[in-house]
């Protein structure tokens, strides 16, 4: 599934996966194991509110890669393409 952030819509970081989740726009969610609870704990809660699947990456680094961005990424979310920005 980590495949999926490089060929599908996302969003990167804890603020724009929080507006994301709170407008209804996620499919799944990427949590990084490395990153700060009080940067994810906001994200999972709220991913687990709406029975959204979370899946766990070994590291903030792996999960930029995956991105497609040179920097660590504590949170990562998957959207919906049919709804607009």
């Known amino acids: 599934m980590l495949s999926l952030l490089a060929k599908t819509e996302k969003a990167v970081g804890v603020k724009q996966s929080l507006r994301a989740l709170r407008e209804g726009r996620v499919i799944a969610v990427f949590?990084?194991?490395d990153a700060e609870?009080?940067?994810?704990?906001?994200?999972r809660t709220l991913a687990e509110e709406q029975s959204l699947p979370i899946q766990e990456v070994p590291t903030m680094h792996r999960?930029?890669?995956a991105c497609g961005i040179k920097v660590g990424a504590a949170v990562a979310v998957l959207l919906k393409s049919d709804l607009p920005e």
């Open 31 to 33: 949590l990084a194991e």
């Open 37 to 43: 609870e009080r940067l994810t704990d906001p994200v």
């Open 63 to 65: 999960l930029g890669q």
